[in-house]
């Protein structure tokens, strides 16, 4: 299959992002600074999985108000799957998310309000790539198991073509998270799954310290991404393989 060429991204086109909520908190601070981003155009999708709708929360509400007071789409889907509701909630949001440009945010990340206009900027710039990602801060040793090289995370952009998307539908269907309560086989961890697969397609990967974006759950930081090394290392072997067999 043909990689698409810079000509491929269509620049009328909004940056499509993903939100996945277990219901936290900070989901209104999420939604509101996204909403307020410096002149980029943005459609937002959430896909809920907390046991007590968000919906039904006055800050979601008003937050969503505000969304729809500076034109910005916010679509809104509860999901009732429990064992893997993060890999069914991704799933679910790679329904709506089918543009050129798509981004995965978490319920406890903010971004700067300038992070995806200097994202989206790179990106007209590089044409097809994997993906661009901002500096997290407050996000303890996220990083460190995934040293000297480029990592996905939260708020970054990522290009997706018909090989992407394919890849990442069959990733999101056939893995069970570390972050799903339960599931059958191996479990995988989406960070360095994604931090993985792109470099093996062979497309440039950046996280731009010019872009930043802040993690707000002081109180996970400590616990957060204690991931075992044998975690790490099965997610990137099992990117490289889905990668190679996309190649091939």
Request: glycine content about 6%; proline content about 5%.
């Amino acid at each position: 299959m043909d990689s698409p060429t810079s000509d491929a991204i269509d620049l009328d086109q909004p940056v499509q992002v993903g939100i996945l909520t277990e219901g936290k908190p900070t989901l209104a601070m999420v939604l509101v600074g996204l909403v307020l981003q410096e002149s980029q155009p943005l459609d937002i999708y959430i896909v809920d999985t907390a046991e007590s709708a968000v919906i039904k929360r006055d800050d979601v509400v008003f937050a969503m108000r505000l969304a729809f007071d500076r034109g910005v789409h916010c679509g809104y889907e509860p999901i009732k799957e429990r064992n893997r509701a993060f890999s069914v909630g991704r799933l679910r949001l790679l329904d709506e998310l089918r543009g050129t440009l798509i981004c995965f945010m978490d319920d406890d990340i903010v971004l700067d309000p300038a992070a995806v206009r200097k994202l989206y900027g790179w990106a007209r710039q590089a044409g097809t790539f994997g993906f661009v990602s901002p500096v997290t801060k407050n996000w303890g040793n996220a990083d460190s198991l995934l040293p000297g090289r480029p990592h996905y995370s939260p708020g970054g952009l990522i290009y997706q073509d018909e090989t992407v998307r394919r890849l990442l539908q069959e990733y999101y269907s056939t893995t069970s998270d570390v972050l799903d309560a339960r599931g059958s086989g191996e479990r995988l961890w989406e960070k360095a799954f994604l931090s993985e697969l792109f470099p093996a397609l062979g497309r440039e990967c950046q996280v731009r310290a010019d872009c930043l974006s802040y993690h707000l759950d002081y109180r996970e930081r400590p616990l957060r991404y204690r991931i075992d090394d044998d975690v790490v290392q099965a997610s990137m072997a099992h990117a490289r393989r889905m990668a190679a067999s996309a190649r091939s």
